[in-house]
């Protein structure tokens, strides 16, 4: 086979940009056919690179026009990325760049660059999408102020920073702040603004807007609230105020990711601002909440702060995922937040961890930057943070982020910098601790014991097995918290934060009455997975005693996966333990619902895969999820009457309210109607899916009956009522894939593809289809291998349109090594095909390239 792999980029290789941008003029004829991009850009040779070096200009699907220095045409041909101007034919100081090239955002599929989704112009510029607007070197490390004029007869005209004149057809845009191309943005459609205003700590009047299609404009309350809340936070917590007069907000319909942190124009997937209680769940309010945060907390963790080279990505974005943990935790209940953020931690960052895709919070190397914005630069990364945290305490942590954000403002920075912060601000060396940023793969943490009478001993040990490039691993620096429980269930000695820096340590509690029960790793507090060879009568007494809500959950959810596994590997049946220890949780009033609700789900079935794997058995998903099944079954039966209460007592009367108390209630109450349907055959859903006057309820009624093979009525009325509406179709393409029976969930999949609402080229649609059979595992894994190929099918279609996307939703099989023989064959032969594919994009190129090679 011929090597047409492109080169991979390596962080060694850095080099500084031998020329700076003092400042961008950009002009935009905008037509959807026919754009024309007019550029004024003043280079400076950078005093910190080395001379006499040519000018480099990235730009790819760009048709040149004019191009001139200081007004000298330019006669250098540009290649298929780009322009290299020969030094020789350069000014030797400062110059004037100016050029015209004329685009196509009508035809741009890949949602990168300038493009327009249902009539709306709109740009996407991170990581390398500006090279699709103009010449220009893009890289973040070269920072400018740009200054925009946009001329069009659509009647909204909006780019980034403060606006600077407008009149019939135009419209100019001042952004003041120095920032990284990435950061540009532009939109123009026929919008409108729900608007409000914010008066920042030090006295600024900020305009807000949330710009939507006409007809959207009820939906945006949830977002505005949100943001008002994200801006006095970071005030109140980081002493972080807003820097410009304008705030806006879009929401576009075809966007590849959640949402961008473009300087004061965030650009967002609809589906993370529009909400209303009829159409929207609380699980899609809580996005909103997260998602508004996370953007507006980049405008200091990312623009004012911004990455040095992609390679520092996790700067900019596992600091602000650790920013928007930390205020959803402040604006609902703290250890419920903690629940839902490890849950997602262990489903996508643990499982990337463990298969052909693992890598370093930092990576060394990439072909494809798109193909790293993941839950290890995103998840793992913030779990890094809340690791210094707490070692460095909240004091430390504090004058560590006061020490960044003065040292740093302004720059294009490094996580070597950022690491230096918290070793200058609080003394301590975190030499050891800088491995975590470097080492991919999920340590082992294995808990012995050992009791004398009097003394108990704690041995912890330490272990990371090997990923792709990475066969011997380091000990890490890793924080352990750990609490003691005495037999009567009273705490023996609270938390404390245990240090574990080499491969083994022990630690001793003295003076101790009886032999206590071990509470570790509270909260979470690495990211790692703990070996602790428990009984379940240990597990029981840690759920129903241990004074650490995370634990305490953490203990149920062990004990569901160690009966779920042996019922998998044994055939084992389920004893009573599980069920007893859930009657007496579920019936105690004074614990959060919320919790509750947690506390009752069982472990996902991808994540029992996991744990099998793990355990060193090949998992099988059918069987898992007869298992999963059936212990449902038994806990329906088991605890009827206490889930019989908890669905009449949680209901949320009065009018909806998306706040967490009451989200907390419905999720307890529709976790009890799930398992009930299993008993009253659907009765109680069917009355909820009737009579329900919001969408979390309508839905999580429907996903029952669906779940019980039935609801058949339900699918239709559901679709009479929300036919126009894209957001709630995007569910019910969805809930009927990831709720069928295995051996129905391929066929399911490929009637809605055939479905005259299902549009590839939607990326929220295409994920609800494509990516919803990935999360059926027992229909994705079905041995037919049908789920495999159509998977397969619609990637090779899908990257011809949407590279980003297609590659994205390829880590459906990321896990393929760990299955059985002729599973793996058949997962083999899908990858061989999209591999042998011709005209494969470099995205997933690189993808199917590290998922075949490193397994
Ligand atoms: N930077 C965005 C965020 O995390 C994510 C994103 C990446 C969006 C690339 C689009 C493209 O908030
Ligand atoms: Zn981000």
């Not at 101007?85 to 000014?91: F, G, H, K, Q, R």
């Not at 009984?535 to 160690?562: F, I, K």
């Not at 049908?786 to 996307?805: K, S, T």
């Not at 099989?813 to 061989?832: G, M, N, Q, V």
Request: with cysteine.
């Amino acid at each position: 086979m011929k090597d047409t792999s492109p080169a991979a980029i390596h962080l060694s290789d850095y080099a500084p940009p031998p020329w700076l941008v003092d400042r961008v003029h950009l002009t935009f004829r905008l037509n959807p056919g026919a754009t024309r991009v007019r550029s004024r850009i003043r280079f400076r040779p950078n005093p910190d690179a080395a001379p006499g070096q040519p000018l480099r200009l990235d730009g790819e699907g760009l048709t040149p026009i004019t191009a001139s220095i200081d007004g000298t045409p330019v006669t250098a041909a540009p290649d298929a990325t780009g322009l290299t101007i020969p030094a020789a034919d350069l000014p030797a100081g400062a110059f004037d760049w100016q050029a015209e090239v004329e685009i196509a955002p009508d035809a741009n599929t890949a949602l990168e660059g300038l493009y327009v989704s249902r009539g709306m112009f709109c740009t996407q510029c991170e990581a390398e999408g500006f090279r699709r607007i103009t010449w220009y070197p893009d890289r973040p490390d070269v920072m400018a102020p740009f200054r925009v004029r946009i001329e069009s007869d659509l009647p909204v005209l909006l780019s980034n920073g403060n606006p600077a004149g407008a009149g019939p057809g135009w419209a100019e845009w001042d952004d003041p702040h120095p920032k990284p191309s990435y950061l540009f943005a532009l939109v123009a459609g026929d919008l409108v603004a729900t608007s409000d205003r914010f008066t920042t700590a030090q006295g600024r009047d900020v305009a807000l807007n949330i710009w939507v299609r006409k007809g959207d404009e009820h939906r945006t309350a949830y977002a505005m609230d949100a943001l008002k809340r994200s801006m006095r936070w970071d005030e109140e917590v980081y002493g972080r105020a807003y820097d410009l007069d304008v705030f806006n907000i879009v929401a576009v319909d075809d966007f590849n990711m959640g949402a961008m942190e473009n300087k004061g124009l965030n650009i967002f997937n609809a589906r993370y601002v529009l909400a209303d209680p009829a159409s929207a769940t609380d699980t899609d309010f809580a996005n909103i909440e997260r998602i508004i945060a996370h953007e507006y907390f980049h405008n200091w963790t990312g623009n004012r702060i911004t990455c040095r080279d992609w390679f520092q990505l996790s700067l900019k974005e596992g600091l602000t995922v650790y920013r928007d943990q930390q205020f959803m935790a402040d604006m609902r209940s703290a250890p419920v937040q903690r629940i839902a953020d490890v849950l997602t931690l262990r489903a996508r960052q643990f499982r990337e961890d463990a298969g052909p895709l693992a890598h370093p919070v930092q990576p060394a190397s990439y072909v494809e930057i798109n193909n790293f914005y993941t839950a290890t630069v995103y998840e793992k990364g913030a779990e890094l943070i809340r690791m210094l945290h707490l070692l460095v305490g909240d004091d430390g942590y504090r004058a560590a982020l006061e020490l960044y954000f003065d040292r740093h403002d302004g720059d294009a920075a490094t996580i070597d910098d950022w690491v230096r912060v918290f070793e200058d601000a609080t003394g301590r060396d975190l030499t050891q601790f800088r491995r975590w940023y470097a080492q991919a793969g999920t340590p082992r943490l294995r808990v012995t014991e050992d009791w004398d009478g009097a003394r108990y001993t704690l041995t912890l040990a330490q272990h990371t097995p090997p990923t792709p490039g990475q066969p011997d691993k380091a000990p890490l620096h890793i924080p352990v918290a750990v609490g003691l429980i005495g037999p009567d269930g009273a705490e023996l000695a609270p938390t404390r934060v245990l240090e574990l820096t080499g491969a083994e340590a022990s630690f001793t509690f003295d003076d101790l009455r009886a032999r206590p029960l071990a509470s570790v790793l509270r909260g979470v507090s690495a990211p790692v997975i703990v070996e602790h060879n428990l009984t379940s009568e240990d597990r029981a007494a840690l759920l129903a005693h241990d004074t650490d809500p995370v634990a305490r959950w953490q203990a149920g959810h062990d004990l569901a996966r160690d009966i779920l596994h042996a019922m998998v590997t044994e055939n084992a049946r389920p004893g009573p333990d599980y069920t007893d220890a859930l009657a007496r949780l579920l019936s105690d009033d004074t614990l959060d619902p919320a919790f509750r609700a947690f506390a009752l789900g069982l472990p996902g079935e991808e994540t029992l895969a996991q744990g099998l794997h793990e355990a060193g058995h090949t998992p099988d998903p059918t069987a898992i999820h007869a298992a999963r099944e059936a212990l449902a079954r038994q806990m329906a039966e088991a605890l009827e009457p206490p889930l019989a209460r908890l669905f009449a007592e949680m209901d949320t009367p009065g009018p909806y309210s998306p706040d967490a108390t009451a989200a907390g209630r419905r999720a307890l109450r529709l976790r009890a109607l799930s398992l009930l349907s299993r008993r009253d055959g659907g009765a109680r859903a069917r009355a909820l899916f009737a009579s329900a006057d919001n969408m979390t309820e309508a839905l999580g009624a429907w996903a029952a009956l669906l779940q019980i093979g039935a609801g058949a009525e339900e699918t239709a009325t559901f679709y009479r009522r929300w036919q126009g509406d894209r957001l709630v179709l995007d569910k019910w393409f969805a809930q009927q894939i990831v709720n069928a029976p295995a051996e129905r969930a391929t066929a399911a999949a490929e009637s809605l593809a055939a479905h005259p609402d299902f549009d590839p080229k939607n990326p929220n649609r295409f994920r609800a289809v494509v990516g919803a059979l990935a999360m059926n595992p027992a229909g994705f894994h079905h041995p037919s291998g049908a789920g495999y190929r159509f998977v397969a099918d619609w990637l090779i279609r899908l990257d011809a349109l949407n590279p980003q996307a297609a590659a994205r939703q390829s880590t459906a099989f990321e896990t393929w090594a760990r299955y059985d023989p002729a599973r793996r064959a058949l997962i083999r032969t899908e990858l061989d095909r999209i591999r042998a594919h011709p005209r494969l994009s470099r995205d997933m190129g690189e993808m199917v390239g590290r998922m075949l090679d490193s397994a």
